[in-house]
């Protein structure tokens, strides 16, 4: 059963979102700090999850997961913008909160196993996610777009029942200490970007203790490219053979700016 293929099919990530985030935004600093919060959230938002909510009018209106199989079901992201009735205009802050940290919408069900959550992510992140979304930035001004009802399949509602609603964290969560390049990596591949999610062997992985998963980033999974072509997800450990370990950071710059691998060739995109 293709079932390990699902996290990714849809997940139309092309490798580039990485790009800006690894770099801080030290050049923001004179901005007041609610304006660096919104630019924090817009960094991750626009980056990451505008991949499975960016819409067709350019906001964050959402789509049809076209993508996914139709033996799992039909499933849309949700219209995430500042509309009252068909965004998400009604979410106070809190609700936010819960939602990023355990799935739990504000209609009090779960949210299906695409929503990813973020429970190592840092306070500071999280909230700049809420003040950009509830912010008067273009991409989250309101938009009327609406979808059919969600529809899980048989093995689509079996596979979401493994996906769990997570727990509030029960004391704050502080930012690695920035200038370490280690932490901040580590950070950035366990907590905001979820690499782990592909580049690791589990089918759901533990988001608590990502780096404890089956083959912690060595690869595993093949997943299919935009050509439904299949594709196997790489091993980004040190590994001198089968690794990135004879990287150099340009070399990884250079793949996160033009999509080229170190061996010359095109990464394909998901
Ligand atoms: C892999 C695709 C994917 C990514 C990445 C993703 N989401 Fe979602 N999101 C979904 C899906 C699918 C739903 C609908 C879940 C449902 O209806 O049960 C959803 C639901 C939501 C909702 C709930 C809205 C409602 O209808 O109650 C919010 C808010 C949200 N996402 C925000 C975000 C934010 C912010 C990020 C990035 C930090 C993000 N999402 C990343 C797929 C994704
Ligand atoms: C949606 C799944 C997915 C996510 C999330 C993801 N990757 Fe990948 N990544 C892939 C796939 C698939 C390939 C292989 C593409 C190919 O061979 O053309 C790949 C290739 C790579 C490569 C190239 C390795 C090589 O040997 O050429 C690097 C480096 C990499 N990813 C790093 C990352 C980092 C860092 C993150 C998180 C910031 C990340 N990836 C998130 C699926 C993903």
Redesign the pocket.
Known sequence: MKIKTLL?VF?L?A?GF?ISSLRLTSSISSLSSDEMSIKRGEKIVMNYCALCHGGEDGKLSGKMMDDIPKFVGTIHTSNITNNIEKGIGKYTKDQLRTLFRTRIKADGKKANMLMPIFPLMADEDINGIIDFLKSDRFAVQSSEATYPPQKLKWIGRTFDKKVKIGTMPDKPISLPDTSNKILWGKY??TAV???Y???SGEMIPDDYNPTVSKKYLQGGHT?YDMERKK????N?TPDLKTG?GLWTEDD?YK?INTGV???GKN??S?
Do not use: A, D, G, T
């Not at 594709?231 to 790489?234: G, Y």
């Open positions: 990714s997940l990530i490798i990485i950035m591949v970007y979820r690499c999610e592909c580049h997943m594709v196997k997800v790489r980004i990135i990884f793949l691998r170190k061996n990464v394909r998901l």
